[in-house]
C-alpha cells in the first residue's frame, strides 16, 4: 500500500486565504520533509520537520510523530505559491525515501 | 552555493533502446538519488549512492543501472526502453544522508516511441 498519502489533492484559494496540506504515513518516519514542486518541475525543501513544530515565513509544519501525520500550514497565500507539494519520508533512517503523490496548490489572484 | 545539472533535459529513444541519463553536482555532497516521476505523481526511488561507487537499489530498481564512478557524479541507465516509463527523471543530492537537505536537479523528461 501507499507509504505516504497527501490530501486534498488538489486545493484553489483566492490570494491571501490560508492553506492546510495534510500528509499521512502508514509507518514510523524517522525523517519527514516538505517539498515544494514549481509548475516547471523543479523541487525545493521547504522544511524538515520530523517532530514538533516548525515555522519559516509564512510555512508551519507540525507533525505528530505517534500519529504518523503532519501538516503543512500556509499563510496568506500568493500566487506564486501556487504549484505541488510533496511530503516524504525517511523509515530507518536507511535513505529508503518515500513521496506522497503531493497537493497540487492554485492561488488565485 | 551549489548546482545539480542533469543531461539530457529531454531524451527520446526507441522501445528497447539502451538509454543514459547523466547528473553532476557541485555541492561535494556525499549521497545522490535517482528518482522517477509518472506525470501526477509522487517520486520514486530508482538507485542512490552514499558514496564513490557505492550503489543501494531502491524500490523501482528493475530495468535499471546505475554507475557512481566520480564522488560528483551518478549516471542512470534505462537497460531497454518500455513506453510505460515515460516519466521525469530526477537526480538529487545531499550532504549525508536525506535528513540532511535534499538539492534537486530539473529532471530529464524521457520519451519513448
Known amino acids: 500500500g501507499q507509504q505516504v498519502q497527501q490530501s486534498p489533492a488538489s486545493l484553489v484559494l483566492q490570494e491571501g486565504e490560508n492553506a492546510e496540506l495534510q500528509c499521512n504515513f502508514s509507518?514510523?518516519?524517522?525523517?519527514l520533509q516538505w517539498f515544494y514542486q514549481s509548475p516547471g518541475g523543479s523541487l525545493v525543501s521547504l522544511l524538515s520537520?520530523?517532530?514538533g513544530t516548525k515555522h519559516t515565513g509564512r510555512l508551519t509544519s507540525t507533525t505528530v510523530t505517534k500519529e504518523r501525520r503532519s501538516s503543512l500550514h500556509i499563510s496568506s497565500s500568493q500566487t506564486t505559491d501556487s504549484g505541488t507539494y510533496l511530503c516524504?519520508?525517511?523509515?530507518?533512517?536507511?535513505?529508503?525515501?518515500?513521496f506522497g503523490d503531493g497537493t497540487q496548490l492554485v492561488v488565485k489572484p | 552555493g551549489g548546482i545539480i545539472t542533469q543531461t539530457p533535459k529531454f531524451l527520446i529513444g526507441q522501445e528497447g533502446q539502451k538509454l543514459t541519463l547523466k547528473c553532476q553536482q557541485n555541492f561535494n555532497h556525499d549521497t545522490m538519488y535517482w528518482y522517477r516521476q509518472d506525470s501526477g505523481k509522487g517520486l520514486r526511488l530508482i538507485y542512490y549512492?552514499?558514496?564513490?561507487?557505492?550503489?543501494q537499489k531502491g524500490d523501482l530498481s528493475e530495468g535499471y543501472d546505475a554507475s557512481r564512478e566520480k564522488k560528483s557524479s551518478f549516471s542512470l541507465t534505462v537497460t531497454s526502453a518500455q513506453k510505460n516509463e515515460m516519466a521525469v527523471f530526477l537526480c538529487a543530492s545531499s550532504r549525508v544522508h536525506w535528513g540532511e537537505t535534499l538539492y534537486f536537479g530539473s529532471g530529464t523528461r524521457l520519451t519513448v516511441l
Open positions: 549512492s552514499i558514496t564513490e561507487n557505492d550503489l
Open positions: 516524504a519520508i525517511d523509515r530507518n533512517s536507511n535513505n529508503r525515501i518515500f
Open positions: 520537520n520530523p517532530s
Open positions: 509507518s514510523t518516519a524517522t525523517q
